[in-house]
């Protein structure tokens, strides 16, 4: 396994995530959803078809959006993948068709985990 450095990743809701690094350190804050409204029915941020060898997601904000943050991998492939801070309390995450060897939630203030076949 490799140990450099994760980069830190803090994409736009509802953009679209692709070839992400296989290290990421994923920060999601108030400012990521300034001026953004909920679209009912799509994910904030949907990763598709990724390989990643390492994830951390971080949340230090308590985030003043209109719904809830839903975080869905589709179909990936995840090495290991750590919640270590979550502060806001509409984050929910979920596994679609995805293969995950490791896992850690340090610190659990999402409101919903799934796992879905």
């Known amino acids: 396994m490799d140990f450099y450095a994760p980069e830190v990743f803090r994409p736009v809701p509802y953009g679209k995530i692709e070839n992400v ?3 990421i ?10 001026g953004i409204r909920s679209k009912s029915g799509k994910f ?10 390492f994830i951390e ?3 230090k904000d308590n985030i003043d959006y209109d719904g809830d943050i839903d975080i ?3 179909q990936c492939q995840i090495r290991q993948i750590e919640v270590n801070e979550i502060t806001s309390s509409k984050i929910k995450i979920a596994f679609h068709e995805s ?6 939630i340090k610190n659990n203030n ?8």
């Open 21 to 23: 690094p296989s290290r």
């Open 25 to 34: 350190t994923m920060i999601i804050g108030n400012d990521q959803f300034e």
């Open 44 to 53: 904030d941020f949907l990763f598709q078809n990724e390989i990643i060898d």
């Open 57 to 59: 997601i971080i949340n």
């Open 72 to 74: 869905m991998f589709h």
């Open 99 to 104: 293969i995950v060897s490791d896992g850690k």
């Open 110 to 117: 999402t409101s919903n985990s799934q796992v879905l076949n």
